[in-house]
């Protein structure tokens, strides 16, 4: 579970690291592109768009269930949640609009009314659930404008302003937004993940990893769901986007179930293999806000001349460097400790708000 964890909480580096330049636009390409950006697209596209988020969101499932076993009682999950939203609240507004604790906080108390749930009851609303964040995603991103912008051109460099205070006060604004569109796409589909990844849990997949028909299955409705995500990335229009963020949902959750296989079967259940990537598991909470402090650092503070110039290979770059930096800390830190900062502060204030 560490091993997958820390797989989980180091691939965020290579989706969000785009968000840093405009938020609310992502990744903004040249009008002829170097071929790398085709490449990196390509790859991002199959193997890591939306994948890492949709791993955390499966664990994060599983680690409800896991509690909830060990103490057959809501209080202390409630607890924990209560002080994530807080958390997510604090990260969302103060640094970065591109949050995911708040989202699983919220997602959270609504799936611990299903614990006590049957396996199919599970996937029928997990699934049910997805589907629910994907047609209301649809209506929403139906109306999206239409309009390509490129890097090189007047558009961009008019939207862009390199002050941090101008970043500081638009961010408040898109996490206000992201607030607002939670209760209406997002908690739907982070707790459909999270209901498929209790029952993954209890049908013995993170530990025996897929059985031979189940790994065949995932296999061919990944690849399926994948190349139509690729396909459809040509077309430019508000029902096309709403059509590719529906595919991506399904591909990410069957490329991440995949994961969840291979290192399942690389690890073999021991806890000699792969240490350093199960230390950072472990750290997944410090490690996930450490990695927007330098992001905003990096972008918004010492190089905002980045966005002007980065192709995706350059943000992929520095994304590899930002994870060598994190395994490095992990490395020094997990010596000394065997507990994150953050992770000991949220137990700390759990523990606080049960015994008030």
Not at 127 to 151: E, H, N, Q
Request: some cysteine; charged content about 10%; hydrophobic content about 50%.
């Amino acid at each position: 579970m560490d091993f997958i964890r820390g797989i989980a909480v180091l691939g965020l580096a290579y989706m969000n690291g785009y968000a840093f330049g405009l938020f609310e636009l992502g990744y903004i390409g040249l009008n002829n592109p170097p071929i790398s950006d085709a490449i990196i697209h390509i790859i991002s596209t199959l193997f890591v768009d939306g994948r890492f988020r949709t791993l955390f969101s499966l664990l994060f499932g599983v680690g409800l269930y896991i509690q909830w076993q060990q103490h057959k009682s809501t209080v202390r999950l409630k607890s924990r949640l209560y002080w994530l939203i807080l958390f997510g609240l604090a990260h969302g507004f103060l640094l970065w609009a591109g949050d995911i604790l708040f989202v699983y906080g919220l997602s959270g108390w609504l799936v611990i009314k299903y614990l006590e749930s049957d396996n199919e009851l599970l996937l029928k609303h997990g699934v049910a659930f997805i589907l629910l964040c994907g047609v209301t995603t649809g209506l929403v991103m139906y109306s999206s404008p239409t309009d390509i912008i490129f890097r090189d051109s007047q558009d961009f460099t008019s939207l862009y302003s390199p002050h941090y205070i101008d970043y500081f006060i638009s961010n408040l604004g898109m996490n206000a937004l992201m607030v607002f569109i939670v209760p209406i796409m997002t908690l739907w589909m982070c707790a459909g993940i999270m209901l498929i990844g209790i029952y993954l849990y209890k049908q013995g997949v993170f530990s025996e990893g897929l059985n031979t028909q189940q790994l065949i299955t995932v296999i061919i409705a990944t690849t399926a769901f994948s190349a139509l995500r690729l396909y459809t990335s040509q077309y430019n229009s508000g029902f096309m986007y709403a059509i590719q963020e529906l595919l991506n949902m399904f591909a990410a959750l069957g490329m991440a179930t995949f994961y969840i296989h291979l290192i399942v079967k690389f690890c073999n259940n021991s806890p000699q293999i792969g240490t350093l990537i199960q230390q950072a598991g472990r750290l997944a909470f410090t490690l996930y806000i450490s990695q927007t402090l330098i992001q905003l650092l990096l972008y918004k503070v010492l190089f905002t001349h980045w966005v002007l110039s980065f192709n995706r290979i350059d943000y992929w770059l520095v994304a590899t460097a930002l994870v060598v930096l994190q395994l490095i800390f992990t490395i020094i830190y997990s010596r000394y400790f065997n507990q994150g900062p953050l992770e000991c502060l949220w137990r700390k204030l759990t523990q606080a708000k049960i015994n008030a």
